[in-house]
């Protein structure tokens, strides 16, 4: 059973550089969600979708942040010109519609900004 | 008031004890439970899911849900050290059973051999 693969693990990226990573949901799993998660604090959603559509954007996701999951399968979660309020352990889950909403979570990837 | 509450510890508790921990919601509308646990540096796992009010039990661990008091815990009987980790309560979104989770902090839990 193969569970939600995250890429890269670790970046680190200069100031107003862009930066984008990849998730690879649990192959039957139809919901994707990204969430963001500083230290001390529980994960905060960022978007997701159902299939290829995106359902729904949090206010924390300002214009330099862009969600894509072309064809339901994988997503990519680009930042641009990132700021050091950026860096953060950004998580991917997916579900099964039928599956009331368990979440799976991949390993992350740990964003740092300097 | 924030939407999912949780104390955030640490709890100490010594090896064989029960660990007890709490949280609160404040929305009606949510249907769907779930506690998770991250070890340090690591992702949150699902450990338990809870949907009706009562208990739920998978080994060592029960989780409680009170709807009428907004209240969801987490027992964890004959407490390990590797059962030290910071367990997340998680409340689906209101009225959306399937959209997005709303995290408490988190309890931090160590267990002292």
């Known amino acids: 059973d193969t569970g939600v693969s995250q890429n890269p693990r670790h970046k680190i990226t200069k100031r107003g550089q862009n930066v984008t990573f990849r998730c690879d949901p649990i192959s039957e799993h139809n919901r994707l969600y990204w969430y963001r998660q500083t230290l001390g604090q529980g994960p905060e959603f960022l978007t997701y979708f159902q299939n290829e559509a995106q359902l729904e954007k949090s206010r924390l996701l300002s214009d330099r942040f862009s969600a894509e999951r072309p064809k339901g399968s994988f997503s990519t979660l680009e930042i641009q010109r990132t700021e050091q309020g950026d860096s953060a352990m950004y998580l991917c889950?997916?579900?099964?519609?039928?599956?009331?909403?368990?979440?799976?979570f991949g390993p992350g990837t740990r964003l740092t900004v300097l | 008031q924030k939407e999912v509450e949780q104390n955030s510890g640490p709890l100490s508790v010594p090896e064989g004890a029960i660990a007890s921990l709490n949280c609160t919601y404040s929305?009606?509308?949510?249907?769907?439970f779930f506690w998770y646990r991250q070890y340090s540096g690591k992702s949150p796992e699902l450990i338990m899911s809870?949907?009706?009010?009562g208990d739920k039990e998978d080994g060592r661990f029960t989780a409680q849900l009170n709807k009428a008091s907004q209240y969801v815990s987490l027992l964890i009987r004959d407490s390990q050290p590797s059962d030290s980790a910071t367990y997340l309560c998680?409340?689906?979104?209101?009225?959306?059973?399937?959209?997005?989770?709303?995290f408490g902090q988190g309890t931090e839990l160590s267990v002292k051999p």
């Open positions: 929305d009606r509308g949510s249907q769907s």
């Open positions: 809870i949907y009706s009010n």
């Open positions: 998680a409340v689906n979104e209101p009225y959306n059973q399937g959209g997005k989770l709303i």
């Open positions: 889950a997916s579900s099964r519609r039928d599956r009331n909403n368990e979440q799976f």
